[in-house]
């Protein structure tokens, strides 16, 4: 039986929308449903993975960086490569090259790979179904 | 200094605050005098019982979760006066019984008396 | 496959967009489309009864599935109990299992 295979498209950098952590839910749950996820990061969620993102304390709130507990986007990416990894599903993160280039966040965490528009052309062509997640 | 926030939950779950919120506080904190407005969405903002609890990603649980309502709280305590559109919550449905205590409800005829209150006004 | 899939992420009060995007699914149910909305982030403010009914309910009566994201109404302090009548909370994972039919799905 045909695998399902869901593809996402991320436009937006990180902090700064609600789009972001829906769409890591979203894979999230896809991947614990058995589903194979491709997700074409273009224009700013090209960031979401740049493997220099740090934690920070919090004084505001009290809370030294391990007490503030501050997620990254990076590490998010890290942990769904990972519990994909672990199902043994097919998660493929494809940023934008061109995209990765203007922002300078050529340095991806690892298991996420440089691509292009080719590469959405084949998700969409090999895929169950493709969500666009768009900017504003 | 009167802060206005028309935008609610915009990467609230990532910064585990919202970062006008976070930064009033920041500002207050250095000694500056500041009041907020909430319109729009952002009125959301002084609602009671906000708990974005449970967020997972893979292994990764949220142990920080945002808690605006009490952040809104906070601020209160430190002297800022809160307000909040009166039109704006009332299309929402959310009714007086529902929001925090010490929130202002100003109708939309009542903004031009309290903008001129402020010398610095920062829309957000 | 005929059935599509809208998920609302923004406040319907913030502007035309939402009402459009309604109007659009209404239309879709009334031509026997299936249609699903799915309401998260911001979207969920429409959830709240009864000031929500003015969006949901004519799309109700057309025949569009409503589902809202119950993390985005405890988010914004919703209870269950004050949800407009007939939209139903789902976890996202049905929302990933309708994508997973392969309708149409369109995100505004």
């Known amino acids: 039986m045909p695998r399902t295979v869901l593809t996402l498209v991320l436009n937006d950098p990180p902090y700064e929308s609600a789009r972001t952590a829906t769409a890591f839910r979203i894979i999230d749950a896809a991947i614990r449903r058995g589903y194979d996820v491709n997700v074409f990061a273009y224009e700013g969620a090209v960031a979401l993975a740049f493997a220099c993102q740090a934690p920070h304390a919090n004084a505001v709130h009290g809370r030294d960086v391990a007490g503030e507990d501050h997620p990254t986007t990076s590490a998010w990416v890290r942990e769904v490569l990972e519990l994909a990894r672990e199902r043994s599903i097919k998660l493929d993160w494809v940023n934008c090259g061109l995209c990765v280039d203007e922002r300078g966040v050529d340095d991806a965490v690892r298991g996420v790979r440089r691509g292009s528009p080719a590469d959405l052309w084949s998700f969409v062509n090999t895929s169950t179904n493709t969500l666009v997640i768009p900017t504003r | ?124 | 496959m005929a059935g599509y899939v809208f998920i609302a992420a923004r406040d319907p009060w913030e502007g035309v967009e939402a009402t459009r995007v309604f109007e659009m699914a209404s239309s879709l149910a009334e031509a026997r489309d299936a249609v699903t909305v799915y309401l998260t982030e911001n979207g969920a403010f429409a959830a709240r009864a009864p000031a929500g009914e003015q969006f949901l309910s004519p799309l109700i009566a057309a025949g569009v599935n409503i589902l809202v994201d119950p993390f985005a109404l405890q988010e914004r302090g919703i209870s269950h109990e004050r949800v407009v009548e007939g939209v139903v909370p789902a976890p996202i994972e049905q929302l990933v299992d309708l994508l997973a039919e392969g309708r149409p799905s369109l995100w505004f």
Not at chain 2, 89 to 117: D, K, M, N, Q, T
Request: proline share 4%; hydrophobic share 45%.
């Open chain 2, 1 to 124: 200094m009167l802060q206005i926030l028309t935008v609610a939950y915009r990467a609230t779950l990532e910064e585990q605050d919202d970062p006008i919120l976070w930064l009033s506080h920041s500002l207050r904190n250095n000694g500056a005098h500041i009041d907020l407005l909430f319109r729009s969405s952002a009125v959301s903002y002084v609602v009671r019982g906000q708990s974005p609890i449970g967020l997972r990603i893979g292994e990764w649980v949220q142990s920080q979760p945002p808690d605006i309502a009490y952040e809104v709280a906070a601020l209160m305590s430190k002297d800022c006066r809160i307000f909040a559109l009166a039109e704006d919550l009332a299309v929402r449905g959310i009714r007086r019984e529902h929001v925090l205590g010490g929130v202002g409800f100003i109708a939309r005829a009542e903004l031009p008396a309290l903008l001129r209150g402020y010398t610095n006004i920062w829309q957000w």
